[in-house]
């Protein structure tokens, strides 16, 4: 299972993340396979003041090195390695990067060095002519509903301000518009449990699903049975 999963913070994906790979691991032979998440600035792990510090260092870097090091990121998951197995996952890769980094970071708008929309179509091209299955999955969610989750707990070195929550939510759907990459579907969580998020993925990710996929289902002896019921 190859899928690139982007949309705006607050919309359910690491939740979803965690559900999918537990299911992957369950039905499909327990495959040494994890989500890359960690593309978003300052791609810090943990809490903590250390964490903390750490964080404002990466932070307080010149957009011109912010830029080389988000790039050196995003490039590096793009190698052959990774496709070697039937499992890459992401969370929001080079789509963050496009919809964040002319926002907050300083590098990367439209006519920029670098302009991050015109990059994300050529990692779009290099993606698909890499692994043609790969699938998109744009998580959304209303702003008022993202809101009320962002002051029911603020998530560590969580770079999005309350008030660009709408434009943010935009940019990540003109970045699944654009995107070159054609296996893809929507999962709007705004009135939906982890749970029922998690089943209408299963859902929409069956006809995606490689022969790699469902041999290896076939074998643990789940198949589709799971997906629907």
């Known amino acids: ?5 982007i949309g705006c ?3 359910g994906k690491t939740t979803l993340a965690k559900n999918v790979l537990d299911w992957i691991k369950a039905n499909m032979g327990n495959p040494i396979c994890g989500w890359h998440d960690h593309f978003v600035l300052p791609f810090i792990e943990g809490t903590g003041p250390e964490a903390e510090a750490e964080a404002a260092q990466v932070l307080s870097l010149k957009p011109s090195l912010l830029e080389k090091y988000a790039r050196y990121m995003i490039h590096y998951h793009l190698g052959h390695s990774f496709y070697l197995d039937n499992h890459h996952l992401l969370v929001n890769w080079y789509y963050g990067d496009a919809v964040y980094a002319p926002l907050y970071y300083g590098y990367g708008g439209i006519g920029q060095y670098a302009d991050r929309r015109v990059m994300a179509r050529y990692y779009d091209a290099e993606v698909m002519r890499m692994a043609p299955d790969t699938v998109l999955v744009l998580t959304k969610a209303s702003a008022e509903v993202i809101r009320r989750r962002m002051q029911a707990g603020r998530h560590p070195h969580c770079i999005l301000k309350e008030q660009d929550v709408e434009l943010v ?3 990540f759907e003109e970045e699944y518009n654009n995107s070159l ?4 579907f929507t999962l709007d969580t705004t009135e939906k449990t982890p749970e ?4 209408d993925f299963l859902r929409q990710m069956e ?5 790699a996929d469902q041999q290896a289902l076939l074998v643990h002896g789940h198949l589709l049975k799971d997906i629907s019921g």
């Open 1 to 5: 299972m190859r899928v690139i999963l």
């Open 9 to 11: 913070e607050y919309t």
């Open 169 to 171: 939510l935009q940019r």
């Open 181 to 184: 990459i054609r296996r893809r």
């Open 196 to 199: 029922e998020t998690f089943r």
């Open 207 to 211: 006809p995606h699903l490689t022969p």
